[in-house]
């Protein structure tokens, strides 16, 4: 075991070399010389005097990323979802509430916090409004969204350089970005014969007979990346969330069903509700090959998020989708490395 560490340490070296050049041409940023300018993930480009010393943020995961890099003390305001991370500390989480993508953004509230910057999604909810309101009253915004691990890391390079954390940024998208490149390597050596179909969902709404697949999302595309065949992208691949009834489910018939949920008991209750004839006819079911995963950040055992985290997840699902092909992959190695590394804040 100790020999496939350092094998993974030795290969992700070279692998970062490479990288950090791809982050620093991708990661948006354009010119220091005459103040920060930056190119969001929605195309803008955002321009401020200097690098923010006080931020609004509004969801988790981009709250969690500049945690990470060591900038939570510029964070002066956060969305309401960011309280129920249990990756923030309560330093952050204690900060004042302004709202959320969803039900608005009290732009006075925000006003009062004299932020150099707000960072939030775009693309649902009231984003767009929001953006607006807030560039209106003449506060940037950079936006960012993510649909793979590419743009997890992509993502992550842009918060650093908006924040001050250019070189931190750099250092830990380079070294997730380094794992993602050895997994895909790996799973690009996989027989075609070799990929199961694999069908990842939540049952949040099989209350209403129906399954919550995803397809076009940054988890649908795990399950790709790590040498399965996501079903959902037969006649659904460029949807991102779909829901989906039993007869879809019985006519893809599934080697492998992943359940997602945010916490352990929301997965033992989705487990449980898997006991009616259709579900014990599926072949993934009588196999016994049916894996609950969590999601999300309200659990310290969650990894499949849009946060570095991700890295982790992805190992976790190919030790599940593909065990014989990543046997050598330690991804619970992996994970000590990552936070000791980088997520040493949840110590203090």
């Known amino acids: 075991m100790k020999e496939t560490v350092k094998a993974l340490s030795v290969a992700l070296v070279a692998i970062i070399a490479v990288s950090s050049v791809v982050i620093l041409l ?3 940023y354009l010119n220091g010389d005459s103040g920060v300018k930056i190119v969001d993930m929605s195309n803008r480009t955002v321009r401020m005097n200097y690098t923010a010393n006080r931020v609004v943020i509004l969801e988790s995961y981009w709250t969690e990323i500049a945690c990470v890099l060591g900038a939570q003390d510029k964070i002066v305001g956060i969305g309401s979802y960011v309280t129920s991370s249990v990756f923030i500390p309560d330093s952050v989480k204690n900060k004042t509430v302004v709202g959320n993508i969803f039900s608005g953004v009290n732009i006075e ?10 960072i939030m999604d775009y693309g649902y909810g009231k984003a767009e409004d929001i953006v607006k309101s807030l560039e209106g009253a003449g506060i940037p915004v950079i936006t960012l969204f993510a649909k793979n691990f590419e743009d997890i890391a992509k993502a992550t390079v842009i918060i650093g350089q908006a924040l001050g954390k250019a070189e931190r940024a750099q250092s830990i998208a380079s070294y997730i970005n380094g794992l993602h490149s050895q997994l895909i390597t790996n799973a690009s050596r996989i027989p075609s014969d070799d990929r199961p179909r694999v069908l ?8 209403d007979g129906l399954i919550y697949t995803y397809s076009n999302t940054s988890w649908g595309n795990v399950v790709v ?3 399965g065949i996501n079903v959902a992208h037969e006649g659904f691949g460029d949807k991102s969330w779909v829901k989906v009834n039993m007869e879809q489910v019985l006519l893809w018939d599934p080697d492998i069903i ?5 916490t352990q008991s929301t997965l033992s209750s989705q487990i449980s509700s898997m006991n009616d004839t259709n579900w014990l006819s599926l072949r993934a079911v009588r196999e016994g090959r049916v894996y609950p995963v969590l999601t999300g950040s309200y659990d ?3 990894y499949l998020d849009w946060t570095p985290r991700m890295a982790v997840g992805e190992l976790q699902l190919a030790a599940c989708i593909q065990p014989s092909h990543f046997a050598s ?10 936070m000791d590394g980088y997520y ?3 110590k203090s």
């Open 26 to 28: 991708s990661g948006g």
């Open 109 to 118: 509230t925000v006003l009062s916090l004299k932020p150099d910057l707000v």
């Open 200 to 207: 990842i969902c939540n049952l949040d709404v099989w209350k």
């Open 225 to 227: 990346d790590v040498g």
């Open 258 to 262: 992943v359940i997602v949920g945010r």
């Open 300 to 302: 310290l055992s969650s």
């Open 329 to 338: 992959f330690n991804w619970t190695s992996v994970r000590d490395q990552l």
């Open 344 to 346: 040493g804040y949840l």
